[in-house]
């Protein structure tokens, strides 16, 4: 039976059950990597470049973890994932970017998804991995459209709208922005959202809001094209700032992120003069210490009461 490596990094956090389901519905067996570590972020800094941002560098770990014990490792090629909307630059060429840096040590096989653009590209690679894979065309597509539906019933009705916000805040309640591969990976966030739960604090992501409020809220860029990522930390940063109920916000970034050195000035300059929610912005690299975290995360929660 073929066996396909999934790096836990980056696409993972948001689509890992489109994909698992995939390659389950084709007959495969499917091989995740280990949550992120030590050796995994070592060996990402190892193979890229400095100015790579973090959350590359770990995938790079993540791919490589895996590639004495796979037969293919599947990284998907993402432009587009709706209409107006573009994926950062870096997932575009990620499969050849890694396959590069880890010095082609491994088979890829790759999935393109341009929805705004060119849509047909899907049905493209789907070929390519019948081909790869042996498996006729029509089934992997069948395979394909199973998977999607699996991962769309999951993922529907889940976010609250604005009206619904205020209610569902109980007690002492913070948002948490960032990427999902930074929120999400308890490694290289620190064990943040664990900390803030330990302190009887809700925390509030970007996955707590629907989708339409926060394109509605992504404010000005709404309907125009723009990274995906974009609108979603806008329009929730917007959002959360509304809300009486939350009484900071705490803005995750990773070093060296293209994306959120123009979000994160945006979302900086319009709380200050809109409103008044704190805002914490928290920056790791691979030399950050835990002990420094911790003391400025202490202070802002000190601060917000
Ligand atoms: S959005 Fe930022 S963190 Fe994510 S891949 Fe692009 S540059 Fe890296």
Redesign the pocket.
């Known amino acids: 039976m073929t066996t396909i490596g999934i790096p836990k990094g ?1 696409f993972y956090f948001e689509h890992h059950l489109l994909w698992e389901s995939f390659f389950y519905n084709l007959g495969c067996d499917v091989e995740v990597s280990d949550d992120t570590n030590k050796e995994i972020l070592d060996c990402g800094v190892k193979y890229c470049s400095n100015e ?5 560098k770990v995938f790079h770990g993540h791919a490589y973890s895996l590639k004495d014990r796979v037969d293919y490792i599947f990284i998907p090629r993402y432009t587009s994932v709706d209409k107006n909307e573009y ?5 575009c060429g990620l499969p050849d970017m890694t396959l590069l840096n880890l010095k082609r040590q491994f088979k890829v096989l790759e999935v393109k998804i341009n929805m705004d653009a060119k849509p047909e590209e899907t049905l493209k690679s789907l070929q390519e991995i019948a081909t790869a894979l042996k498996i006729n065309y029509p089934d992997v597509v069948e395979a394909f459209k199973a998977a999607l539906e699996t991962y769309n019933n999951n993922k529907r009705n889940t976010g609250i709208s604005e009206a619904h916000l205020n209610s569902n805040i109980a007690q002492t309640a913070i948002s948490l922005l960032g ?1 999902p ?2 929120i999400y990976d308890s490694y290289l966030n620190m064990k943040l959202i664990d900390k803030l739960k330990a302190r009887n604090i809700t925390v509030f992501t970007p996955r707590d809001i629907n989708h339409e409020t926060k394109r509605k809220n992504a404010y000005p860029f709404e309907g125009k094209i723009f ?1 995906d ?1 974009g609108f979603d930390l806008l329009g929730s940063a917007f959002t959360f700032a509304s809300s009486p109920g939350i009484k900071g916000m705490i803005y995750l970034t ?1 070093f ?5 050195a123009f979000v994160l000035e945006f979302i900086e300059r319009r709380l200050k003069e809109q409103y008044n929610t704190p805002l914490l912005k928290l920056t790791i690299d691979e030399h950050t210490g835990e002990a420094g975290f911790d003391t400025r995360l202490e202070a802002f929660l000190d601060m917000i009461g």
Do not use: E, I, R, S
């Open positions: 980056l790579t941002c973090l959350p590359v994926t950062c630059p870096k997932f990427h591969y930074m990274w990522v990773p060296a992120c293209g994306v959120d």
